[in-house]
């Protein structure tokens, strides 16, 4: 193209320098007068002409390259319409294996079909994680992402987390009635139970075998089992931390923990009767799951606090006590001394002046001894609070890690107190 105007531009620079003209035609360029004998105008024809061929070679090559570029998309067209047929005969072959129509066959007769919740069937939950790497895929693809970056993208949106699955399993017996829901919180978040921790609150469900389930229905002629219990009178008050229910094999009334009506109400075999019991909570996620499990923890954490400071209040006590007796038993024994010479005194074995150094002395003994039964109770006093200090540490210490509550000292209570980090 470059040539091509230069051409033109000579030519235009001939014409106005010339009396003699050229006339051009689409078809040919043709020289008149005294051009015709001239060299230079014979090289500006003939670079145009050059120029004519090269034009009309480039046209022709466009030409190609787009009859060539319309091919290309012809077959591209072709080549996408067998493979979209491939693929619509590979999902009707293979299509009753695809994950979505083995759940839709899983929840054809179940409940779980029409819940809204994904953990009361297994196959939901794990649909719930797949459907969250398609949405994740299709969004790094619909911002311009390439497809390595879009499959990272589906596996860390699908990949199911041990605790989840251990949220997810707990959730689903509680749902489905293999569990009872009291007693999933009472483990840690990896599935790990800590009997230091919670023993306590699981033996609540099981404080006597007689008020069992498993043991009763497996032993029904066991009457005393059944008759240690029984109570006919549906007005009965219980004590506190127990209630009334009714017992459908029996036909009579019990007092029996909260723990063991929800036993009994589970497996049918009687009913509360001035208050009821739900054992799964209302609109139960992993979220109210954790919350609960970690409040739980806090709870049973700060009950270990409180029975710490509680052991040490009493072995205060029991030390006051002690040392009490000791001060008493030394003051009797003070008294006996003196008393004895005194008699010796009233019965002129002692002379008064005698008397008097022996009470004195007497009186500096045991003087001695006090102080020294003082300063052995604040030595006690501190290895007791020092004890306390460890214990509480000790405590403490196990904790100081979890990222799910912190311990702090609380000024108005004088101790330690666990919450929530959440």
Not at 134 to 154: K, M, S, T, Y
Not at 313 to 324: L, T
Request: a negative charge.
């Amino acid at each position: 193209m470059a040539v091509a105007g230069f051409v033109v531009l000579a030519f235009v620079a001939l014409v106005f320098t010339n009396t003699a003209y050229a006339q051009i035609t689409n078809e040919q360029v043709t020289l008149s007068g005294d051009l015709q004998n001239n060299p230079v105008a014979q090289d500006i024809l003939d670079k145009i002409e050059k120029s004519k061929k090269w034009i009309a070679k480039l046209q022709e090559r466009n030409f190609e390259v787009s009859e060539r570029q319309r091919e290309l998309e012809e077959k591209r067209a072709e080549v996408l319409e067998h493979l979209n047929a491939d693929l619509k005969e590979w999902e009707d072959l293979w299509g009753y294996y695809t994950f979505d129509k083995m759940l839709e066959r899983a929840l054809e007769d179940s409940p779980a079909k029409h819940t809204d919740t994904i953990y009361d069937h297994p196959l939901k939950f794990t649909a719930s994680k797949i459907n969250a790497g398609r949405a994740a895929l299709a969004q790094v693809i619909q911002n311009g992402g390439g497809p390595e970056e879009a499959r990272d993208a589906f596996v860390n949106a699908a990949q199911i987390t041990r605790v989840e699955m251990v949220t997810a399993n707990a959730l689903f017996n509680v749902l489905n009635g293999n569990a009872y829901y009291n007693q999933q919180i009472l483990f840690e978040s990896d599935g790990q139970f800590n009997l230091d921790l919670s023993g306590e609150e699981l033996r609540k469900y099981y404080l006597d075998y007689r008020t069992n389930p498993g043991y009763l229905l497996a032993n029904p002629k066991d009457t005393t089992s059944w008759e240690d219990l029984s109570e006919t009178n549906p007005d009965t008050v219980c004590r506190d931390e127990y209630i009334l229910i009714y017992r459908n094999h029996a036909d009579d009334y019990v007092c029996v923990t909260e723990y063991t009506a929800e036993m009994w109400q589970r497996h049918g075999m009687g009913n509360p009767v001035h208050k009821e019991i739900s054992s799964i909570p209302d609109e139960l996620t992993r979220i109210k799951l954790n919350h609960d499990r970690i409040a739980e923890k806090v709870s049973g954490i700060n009950l270990k606090i409180q029975k710490i400071h509680d052991n040490h209040e009493i072995q205060v006590q029991n030390m006051e006590k002690k040392y009490d007796h000791m001060f008493v038993e030394m003051e009797q024994k003070q008294k006996d001394e003196e008393k004895l010479v005194l008699n010796k005194l009233n019965s002129d074995e002692i002379d008064a002046e005698n008397f008097s150094t022996q009470i004195t002395d007497i009186r500096e003994k045991y003087k001695a001894v006090e102080k020294n039964m003082i300063k052995e109770k604040f030595q006690t006093l501190d290895i007791l609070d020092k004890s306390l200090r460890e214990n509480l540490d000790t405590l403490i210490s196990k904790y100081e890690h979890d990222s799910e509550i912190k311990i702090v000292w609380n000024d108005a209570q004088g101790t330690y107190r666990a919450t929530m980090n959440v």
